[in-house]
């Protein structure tokens, strides 16, 4: 299963990115039936959830981004995407996104967003 993310980048703070997952590999059922997740990992931290959205769109937001970040999912495009909106040297990470069907969890390799003062 391929993951591709893309969006990532340079931003000033209170700047915003948008983030792209595209699963193309993925058939719609497969893509429809998973829960979506992106995480981050900023430099020398670990790993965190930071939205998840359901494959009834039900979402979750980390505290740190609810009401900055919205996530959403496309399944005939067989893509989900994080809008960051505000954004804060706080915010620099890689961000990643998962795949997780039938208690599998597939991953993207990462795109970085670096968030300038």
């Known amino acids: 299963v391929q993951l591709v993310e893309s969006g990532g980048g340079l931003v000033q703070a209170g700047g915003s990115l948008r983030l792209s997952c595209k699963a193309p590999?993925?058939?719609?059922?497969?893509?429809?039936?998973?829960?979506w997740t992106w995480y981050r990992q900023g430099s020398g931290k670990q790993r965190e959830s930071v939205a998840t959205i359901d494959p009834d769109s039900n979402i979750h937001y980390a505290d740190s981004v609810r009401g900055r970040f919205t996530i959403s999912r496309n399944n005939a495009r067989r893509m989900n995407y994080l809008e960051m909106n505000n954004l804060t040297p706080e915010d620099t990470a890689v961000y990643y996104c998962?795949?997780?069907?039938?208690?599998?969890?597939?991953w993207g390799q990462g795109t970085l967003v670096t968030v300038s003062s």
């Open positions: 590999t993925m058939i719609l059922s497969f893509f429809g039936g998973s829960t």
């Open positions: 998962k795949a997780t069907y039938e208690g599998h969890d597939y």
